[in-house]
């Protein structure tokens, strides 16, 4: 199985090609004040991040982030924030294995040579093999400060490979994960 892992310093939110039925954690330290905080920056873009999506993606994430950002009336600033904000992405290769069996005749009394009994049955299974890839994305949040870790959310969920539709999942994934940050979005 092949494991493609790597550490972002960018803005990589996996989801970079776009989850499906992502799953969120998050965890953080309670202590924190997190309403005094109002800047956040964030760590630049890996070397090798051309490797890993097209520009249109790169654009499609930060737009989202800064939505999301927006919505919470936290400015971004290239030094001295209350917060800096860093990725880690790991992709794996996986394989689902599907069966699924057709079962006829069976459990019913019939004649038999030399009486009564039980009647026979058969069954077929048919298995089916997917190949898709699984992406895990952690987003660490640290006290600009202190440089203490104060709130992480890791994300996990099948990336989606269609150009066209990532359109729409990078922006519902990384709403998803900000859903439970401390700083919550501000109605207007």
């Known amino acids: ?42 760590l630049g873009w890996q070397d090798d991040i051309d490797k890993l999506m097209n520009d249109f993606d790169k654009k499609r994430i930060r737009d989202a982030f800064k939505e999301q950002m927006d919505m919470r009336n936290l400015e ?12 880690y992405l790991v992709i794996d290769q996986k394989t ?15 004649y038999r040579r030399g009486g009564m009994g039980w009647g026979m049955g058969h069954s077929t299974t048919n298995y089916t093999e997917n190949d898709y890839l ?24 099948t990336v989606q490979e269609k150009p066209e539709k990532r359109e729409k999942s990078i922006p519902k994934s990384i709403n998803k994960l900000m859903k439970k940050f401390p700083i919550k979005p501000v109605k207007k």
């Open 1 to 42: 199985m092949k494991k493609i892992i790597l550490l972002t310093t960018g803005l990589i939110l996996l989801f970079s090609a776009g989850l499906l039925a992502q799953k969120v954690k998050v965890d953080f330290d309670k202590q924190v004040d997190f309403s005094k905080f109002k800047t956040y920056t964030f």
């Open 76 to 87: 971004r600033v290239e030094e001295d924030a209350d917060m800096i904000l860093s990725l």
């Open 96 to 110: 689902s294995i599907t069966g699924y069996t057709n079962y006829y005749g069976g459990a019913g009394m019939g």
């Open 134 to 157: 699984e992406g895990t994305m952690v987003l660490d949040v640290f006290d600009g400060k202190s440089k203490d870790q104060i709130w992480q959310a890791v994300g996990v969920g």
